[in-house]
């Protein structure tokens, strides 16, 4: 099993910048596949970037493509979610999820997923 916690969200204002952390507990981060989704209140929880096991392939929404980029680090047993030129409907709380099969975009695939880290966008 792996136990993930989230860090770095904030308030920031429009074309700000944040990072995203995302620690993992256990031996074997390495072999799970990596993800952040977010949460607006009222809103379905949407797919923002994924990474593969190995880090050579990353996904991202198509709302985020081209400003946010998810990186990892395994000796750190960390993945990191970049987000840049940051607009209000980014505002959301985001949250990262681990799978060891699984690395697309459907949230209700991966098995663990940390607590959430709000971020809040201002205009």
């Known amino acids: 099993q792996v136990q993930l916690v989230e860090s770095g969200g904030g308030l920031v204002q429009a074309g700000g910048s944040l990072r995203l952390s995302c620690a993992a507990s256990?031996?074997?981060?390495?072999?799970?596949?990596m993800g952040w989704f977010r949460q607006a209140p009222g809103k379905e929880r949407e797919f923002v970037a994924t990474?593969?096991?190995?880090?050579?392939?990353?996904y991202y929404g198509d709302s985020v493509k081209g400003r946010f980029t998810i990186s990892r680090d395994n000796a750190k047993k960390t993945v990191y979610l970049q987000m840049n030129s940051l607009k209000p409907e980014d505002t959301a709380v985001y949250y990262c999820?681990?799978?060891?099969?699984?690395?697309?975009?459907?949230?209700?695939?991966?098995?663990?997923w940390g607590q959430g880290t709000q971020v809040t966008v201002s205009s």
């Open positions: 999820a681990a799978d060891r099969a699984y690395s697309g975009k459907n949230w209700y695939e991966y098995d663990y």
């Open positions: 256990g031996r074997t981060f390495s072999t799970y596949a």
């Open positions: 990474l593969s096991l190995g880090g050579g392939s990353a």
